[in-house]
């Protein structure tokens, strides 16, 4: 693992700890604390940049050890413990209201890209040939919902090539991404040049200034071993600024969930088994307040 000695936001390096690790674990045991089925919940250790008030995973994997991960997740995942996470029509949910406060700003019809685009639920939500999905595996191109594609491989490879040219998406959405990518400015800055000029960028990701993170504190469910950087709107608008990228619009979203999912995820915060809950309210989907930041964004000239 790698020791990160200064700050992603201000390169500052007066760091304190905020919150000790709680992952005991190693390598190899890793996947077992990763995504939805997880099995408990876990974090390495977490500190507060005093010059600017950042928080970030301070103790965090190569990349190639998280792209192990990843994959070993994927190879072992089954319908079965697929179904055990959020499910479709919560995704569903939380999707059609982010497409709605999106297209206040930008016309969906322009050519856009879904970062990080898992299964192709937004470009479905959207459902507009001129969408393209991108997605970390081995390289391809596949059809997408309504017309759309989803290009997989290497973000470095696939930005600039024939597939995604310089300039050609007038948006780029990425839910629930940025928090996970170990190379972020990099992979932020070439998110930047695939853009149009004064093309739009929306973004979900963990707000650690929101009021259930600072009142939930250690217990905050968000605080995890796939999470690397915990922005606040204030350092997320100073990251973005640097990197081309001003400003436009933030506001907090619920996340959409079952209350199967959340009593789940409860349990897993608080070490507790969960209650057993009837079929008939186990597949509820009600918003959530968990502590997640919107952020709009337009490509600097």
Known sequence: MRQLTSC????????????????????????????????????EEIRRCADC?????????????????????ARTNTEDSIDAGPGGPATQARLSRLKSMISTYVDLEQP??????????FL???????????EV???????????SRIVMGAWPTVAGSTLLPWGSQNLVT??????????????VTLIRRVLRPQGYLFVTLPDAQSPVARLSGRRWSMLLLEHLWYFSGKTLDRFMLRLGFAPITQRGVPYDA???????????????????????IRDLVIPVPA?????????MA
């Open 53 to 73: 008030g950042f928080i970030f995973t301070s103790k965090q994997f190569e990349e190639s050890q998280y792209d192990q991960i990843y994959s070993r997740i």
């Open 258 to 280: 079952s209350l199967g999912h959340i009593a789940k995820r409860l349990g897993e915060t608080l070490h507790l088994k969960p209650p057993p809950l009837p079929r008939s």
């Open 124 to 134: 479905q939500a959207v459902c507009s040939s001129t969408g393209t999905g991108f």
């Open 137 to 147: 595996g081995a390289p391809c191109v596949r059809p997408g919902p309504c017309g």
């Open 174 to 187: 990425s839910f629930d991404v940025f928090e996970h990518l170990c190379n972020l400015e990099r992979d």
């Open 291 to 299: 502590g997640i930041l919107l952020a709009g964004y337009r490509a």
């Open 112 to 121: 856009f890209l879904d970062f990080g685009c898992g299964d192709g639920s």
């Open 8 to 43: 992603l936001v201000c390169a500052g390096e007066n760091l304190t700890l905020l919150y000790p690790a709680t992952f005991r674990a190693t390598l190899e045991d890793a996947h077992e604390y990763f995504l939805a089925n997880r099995k408990a919940s876990a974090h």
